[in-house]
């Protein structure tokens, strides 16, 4: 089930935004059995199924068609994404960055799945019940962590900065952040925050990774959410509720990649239809605006 944001909400993997991070595992799974050359995510087919949204399983698993449930633009995304950041990921590492930050982790798996150089600290913060439900469903499948993986169970509206230096988390240290799918969620102030605090916390040759969606002409915001609705409705014919349009921020706010750069980063960037064309494949419906996206990366040079 799914409600409009407000401040203080709370969720779990089958609520309100966690549903997006259950939906976008059933994403992985399903490119994963698309292209493994681009993806190779044995795990997210079995976290949804632990989550138990019989409609997100079925597809996951393979049993129901993504059909128009799932549109080929959103799984050909979820290849090329996942690709983007385990690339960043993994060229950080290799360069010799040690510590590795994942924003609003979710159901994302990099801590079990790359190959992380030996000594690489992998933290992933987010809300407790879903770090929690993560931690005890990867270790009943019998998974085991491929980097040192530190738990920071905390929401991004609190005091998290503290909470992942009891982690162990070493400012002084250059890392690797990454903040992927998270901004949109954010209403536009805490989104400036999360960039500020990330910039505070970085030591010199720090990186960073995220989008940068560029901000509405006329009638794109109402477009979206029409798309949106739609895809909720199909889902409601098929027994689950969510309205992925009450749960983003819509409006103006600081384009991500422009503010980084003020903050001191120095990014470089491709749209999502780049990306997708490095790989073959089409962007063909853009009703979500996904073509406009940029996806950054880049070091702290302060």
């Known amino acids: 089930m799914t409600s409009t944001r407000h401040d203080g909400d709370t969720w779990d993997l089958a609520s309100s935004v966690g549903t997006t991070a259950t939906a976008a595992a059933a994403a992985r799974a399903i490119a994963t059995r698309e292209d493994r050359s681009l993806i190779d ?31 080929q633009s959103a799984i050909d995304v979820a290849k ?14 290799n360069a010799g960055i040690t510590q590795a930050v994942i924003l609003a982790s979710g159901l994302d798996s990099r801590a079990y799945r790359l190959a992380w150089p030996t000594g690489t600290v992998v933290y992933e913060l987010d809300q ?9 469903t990867l270790a009943e499948l019998g998974a085991e962590p491929t980097a040192e993986r530190r738990v920071t ?3 991004l509206r609190d005091d998290w900065p503290a ?59 109402e477009a979206t959410k029409e ?19 009450k749960l983003r921020y819509f409006g103006e706010r600081n384009e991500a990649a422009p503010y980084l750069t003020g903050l ?39």
């Open 41 to 71: 995510d044995p795990f997210a087919e079995p976290l949804v199924r632990a989550v138990g949204v019989d409609l997100l399983t079925r597809l996951a698993s393979g049993e129901l068609p993504p059909g128009d449930l799932v549109e």
């Open 80 to 93: 090329v994404r996942t690709r983007f950041y385990d690339d960043f990921f993994l060229d950080a590492a």
């Open 128 to 136: 407790p019940q879903v770090v929690e439900f993560k931690t005890r």
């Open 153 to 155: 169970a905390v929401d």
């Open 163 to 221: 909470a992942l230096r009891t982690a162990g988390f070493d400012p002084a240290r250059p890392t690797a952040w990454s903040a992927e799918g998270l901004l949109g969620y954010l209403p536009p102030e805490a989104q400036d925050r999360l960039l500020d605090t990330i910039t505070e916390l970085s030591a010199p040759g720090s990186r960073v990774a995220t989008e940068s969606r560029p901000n509405p002409k006329p009638g794109d915001e």
């Open 227 to 245: 798309s949106l609705n739609r895809t909720a409705e199909r889902w409601r014919a098929q027994g689950f509720e969510a309205d992925m349009a």
């Open 264 to 302: 001191g980063w120095t990014l470089e960037g491709r749209t999502i239809r780049e990306l997708l064309t490095a790989h073959n494949l089409p962007l063909k419906d853009d009703d979500l605006r996904m073509g406009g996206v940029l996806y950054v990366s880049g070091s702290l040079t302060k």
